[in-house]
């Protein structure tokens, strides 16, 4: 059984989140505080945290860069913060997802389940992504569409490589940014949103409603196979 260690300290949300997961077949764990929350994560198996950023003690932001000095544990940040700035920060610090409250279960609950599944499949080397628009053989560089050859700039290949080998994962803008042309890039922004539009309109079936090259505002992008 997967165990969800809630981590919040409005008692109104743990209980709510509790009563939801337990109804889904989740073992949950609760903490109310930063340092509680590592204890607990350190002494059981959990399967992925779900963690408030406005703790009593210390700032989830804290708690997440304290874990990934010794856990790979998946993290999915659920947080009153709306502010890119904050989600970037979380994202950066080695979070794998971000909620804004108010937040809907059905949504809660399709995030947990995608950072499940990419903990429990096999690690292998990613080589060969079929989707409904468009198929990538990364290991030969050869994107096809409609049974067409799609050619690709350089850059476009690196942004597009980096989103396929992360499926479901949301890569933040400063991680594209910084990966594809270096750390001085870190902040320009328009750079991605003229390549992702390219990208686009290169490889979905309609580009201006994308079905597997997603923008998460404020965020980053995820690939959606």
Known sequence: MNSILVVDDDPHIVRAL?????????????A??????LRAAAQRPISVMVLDLGLPDMDGTSVIVSLREWSSLPILVLS???GSDDKVEALDAGADDYITKPFGLDELLARLRV???RTSEPMDEVTTVVTSSFSVDLAKRQITKSGQDVRMTPTEW??????????????TQQQLLTEVWGPAYAKEANYLRV???QLRRKLESEPGNPRHLITEPGMGYRFVP
Do not use: F
């Open 195 to 197: 390549y992702m539009a």
């Open 115 to 117: 950072l499940l599944r």
């Open 158 to 171: 690196n942004i597009l490589d980096i989103l396929l080998r992360n499926p479901d994962k949301l890569i």
């Open 32 to 37: 109310n505080d930063g340092a509680s929350a």
């Open 18 to 30: 509790a009563i939801t997961l337990k109804a889904q077949g989740y073992a949950v764990v609760t």
């Open 80 to 82: 009153a913060r709306h």
